[in-house]
Nanobody
């Protein structure tokens, strides 16, 4: 069971990045998925969540700028990030949680750095 995140990098404020996360070893369509982030010295926080049959949920700080999506056929989830701000700088982690067992799995994190 593995989640592999990619797509992070260094970008100027106002720029865009798209994070990707590919899942293996799980029945992806039977999982709620989400993106979280953790900045140095801070706790990990929810950025966006895409439950299997529910609405997409976003942190207030990213509403209108970030978009979460998933492709069950390809076992992929994405986070499109627009209008990036320096305060978006963090390591971003993808997560999948089984709707059957509630067990979760984390990706390894991808670093996003936004310069002012």
């Amino acid at each position: 069971v593995q989640l592999q995140a990619s797509g992070g990098g260094l970008v100027q404020a106002g720029g865009s990045l798209t994070l990707s996360c590919v899942a293996s070893g799980i029945t992806f369509r039977d999982h709620h998925v989400g993106w979280y982030r953790q900045a140095p010295g801070k706790e990990r926080e929810l950025v966006a969540r895409n439950n299997r049959n529910g609405p997409k949920i976003y942190a207030d700080s990213v509403k209108g700028r970030f978009t979460i999506s998933r492709d069950n056929a390809e076992n992929m989830m994405y986070l499109q990030m627009n209008s990036l701000k320096p305060e978006d700088t963090a390591s971003y982690y993808c997560n999948a949680r089984s709707i059957l067992t509630a067990s979760g799995v984390w990706g390894q994190g991808t670093q996003v750095t936004v310069s002012s």
